[in-house]
């Protein structure tokens, strides 16, 4: 049974910067692909990151490319989301997700998903 708990969303200023976690008290994700995905009131959900099981694969959107970073650790069956110099329009709930499959997508064509953790940026 996968179960995928986010933590680290909170409210943070314009500029500033926040880690996001997501651990899988359930599995192991050692072989599971990953994404991070965002969703704003009236947006539709949006993949933000998403890496292979390995890590050698990774994908950003163009709207977070070079202020996120998306990382791993196996060992901890856990999943980040570094996120710097943060932006009042990257305000949303974030979700991760895992797949079956070692590559990843940046559709929602996961598996298993979160159940989100707000991240608010103040201007």
């Known amino acids: 049974q996968v179960q995928l708990v986010e933590s680290g969303g909170g409210l943070v200023q314009a500029g500033g910067s926040l880690r996001l976690s997501c651990a899988d008290s359930g599995r192991t994700i050692s072989t599971s692909a990953m994404g991070w995905f965002r969703q704003a009131p009236g947006k539709e959900r949006e993949c933000v990151a998403a890496m292979s099981w390995s890590g050698a694969s990774t994908y950003y959107a163009d709207s977070v490319k070079g202020r996120f970073t998306i990382s791993r650790n196996n060992a901890k069956n856990t999943v980040y989301l570094q996120m710097n110099s943060l932006k009042p329009e990257d305000t949303a709930v974030y979700y991760c997700?895992?797949?079956?499959?070692?590559?990843?997508?940046?559709?929602?064509?996961?598996?298993?998903w979160g159940p989100g953790t707000q991240v608010t940026v103040s201007s």
């Open positions: 997700a895992a797949r079956n499959s070692i590559v990843p997508k940046t559709t929602g064509e996961y598996d298993y």
